[in-house]
């Protein structure tokens, strides 16, 4: 609703994001989703310890990133079924743990058990 102290020819329209932006965006995604690929490549996620991997998760908050989140299904069939399965479906697979720490488990467990 247009208040009358407001010039309908002067109201601005909402501007979508630029390319830029939306370059950026993805260029993070890719940065992040390099990271974690290195810490699941280290000794200790090898060694199925997902301490260094829940560290990182929680740190960056990339489960509260859903672009990020689509970003990394869409590159990681592994990641896309255990995401699905523990924050969509709400069927954890390690029951003692909570879902961050039983998501990274089962992302290990997939790799390397």
């Given amino acids: 609703m ?3 102290k407001q010039d309908p020819d002067n ?6 994001p630029s390319n830029s932006s939306l370059e950026c965006t993805k260029l993070n995604n890719n940065i992040i989703y ?3 690929t290195n810490i699941l490549n280290q000794e ?6 997902n301490t260094s991997l829940v560290k990182y998760f929680e ?3 990339i489960l509260d990133n859903m672009e990020l ?4 299904c ?3 069939g592994i990641f896309n079924n255990i995401y699905r399965d523990h924050y969509i479906v709400n069927n954890k697979t390690f029951t003692y743990m909570d879902n961050i720490n039983s998501m990274c488990q089962c992302w290990l467990m997939y790799l390397y058990h």
């Fill in 2 to 4: 247009i208040s009358s």
């Fill in 11 to 16: 109201i601005n329209p909402p501007v979508p």
């Fill in 34 to 36: 390099e990271e974690l």
């Fill in 44 to 49: 200790d996620s090898k060694s199925l310890d």
């Fill in 59 to 61: 740190n960056n908050e």
């Fill in 69 to 72: 989140i689509q970003y990394m």
């Fill in 74 to 76: 869409s590159n990681n």
